[in-house]
């Protein structure tokens, strides 16, 4: 779990790595830049660096990016939730750009989101087209991507989460934030860098009265158990 | 933060500049904020508004040995940091400080 000035969500995915899958994690401040060990990094949601000139801005240039770079680049998984997948976008570990939500407003609420590739290390305990239920809470998740790059996030099987109805269908009205294709997540063309919008951490228990999001912790668990971490 | 007043002088040869910087949003990328404040200004009666972009003015104040040296030092700011390429432009000014 990468910390930075102004992560405010780390704690309740170490509690989730911890507590509910029983695995071992810690805190990585965002001046380490040693990721050796580690099967997952996470960089989780919050406002790093008080999401000043655009989220994700500064972060991207602290000293554990680098480290994060090198991690992805050697096959790492990495998983960026809300402010993490800003910062992957930023960093350019993930293509495209965040904007405003439509509404101009912070929206949080429970999403439902469909599984559009179940065969990545983070979504390999769904079924395809498993329609999930998973709260947002953000002001900029209006996902853009010029039309190339979303013709390519397409044709590779990069979008791997779609803002859904209840009913699996594809609408306007279950599109939270104006995003490109009612686009959720991303994977990066290696499959080993994962950004999305939704919360899983926050849906992991039952004492929260959701569970869906143990299927995304779920997958990650049995793929790194199933012969390491390493995608690439 | 530091203040242009907290700048030291300029250096040997050095000539303090200030880089005046426009980051807007590319023709074509959505502008919620524009949007809505566009409907604000026809609510209020101004009929004659088409169209509003909302973007950022960013003041530099730097040290160079040249307009054309701040002018490059502030376009990798920009490329670098300042503006997002996938989804902004930038105009830069650069005046003696």
């Known amino acids: 779990m990468v910390v930075f000035p102004g992560s405010n969500c780390d704690a309740d995915v170490l509690h989730v790595v911890q507590q509910v899958l029983g695995q071992e994690g810690r805190f990585v401040w965002h001046r380490e830049e040693d990721l050796s060990g580690f099967d997952c990094v996470v960089l989780p949601g919050g406002f790093s660096y008080g999401d000043y000139l655009r989220p994700g801005a500064i972060a991207r240039f602290s000293p554990v990016m680098r480290a994060v770079t090198a991690f992805a680049a050697a096959g790492g998984l990495v998983l960026g939730i809300c402010n993490g997948f800003q910062v992957l976008l930023e960093a350019g570990l993930l293509p495209g750009a965040m904007l405003v939500n439509d509404s101009v407003q912070f929206r949080c609420l429970e999403t439902w989101l469909r599984v559009e590739n179940a065969a990545t290390p983070f979504t390999v305990a769904c079924r395809p087209g498993q329609v999930l239920r998973v709260p947002v809470a953000h002001h900029e998740g209006n996902y853009y991507a010029d039309p190339a790059t979303l013709a390519e996030l397409e044709a590779q099987a990069q979008v791997v989460l779609r803002y859904v109805n209840q009913n699996g269908e594809e609408t306007p009205e279950a599109n939270p934030n104006g995003s490109a294709r009612n686009i959720a997540g991303i994977i990066n063309r290696y499959g080993n860098v994962l950004g999305l919008m939704p919360h899983p951490e926050r849906c992991a228990e039952p004492i929260l009265g959701n569970t869906d999001g143990r299927y995304l912790w779920n997958s990650l668990l049995s793929w790194v158990q199933q012969g390491g971490g390493r995608v690439v | ?97």
């Open chain 2, 1 to 97: 933060m530091i203040g242009l007043r907290h700048l030291p002088g300029a250096g040997q040869g050095q000539m303090l500049y200030s880089g005046r910087i426009h980051v807007t949003l590319k023709s074509g990328v959505l502008d919620p904020q524009g949007d809505t404040v566009a409907r604000s200004l026809l609510a209020l009666g101004y009929d004659q508004v088409k169209q509003v972009r909302i973007g950022k003015y960013l003041q530099v104040g730097l040290e160079a040995e040249g307009q054309e040296e701040a002018r490059a030092a502030l376009e990798e700011m920009c490329r670098q940091l300042l503006a997002n390429p996938v989804i902004e432009q930038y105009e830069i000014e650069v005046v003696p400080a």
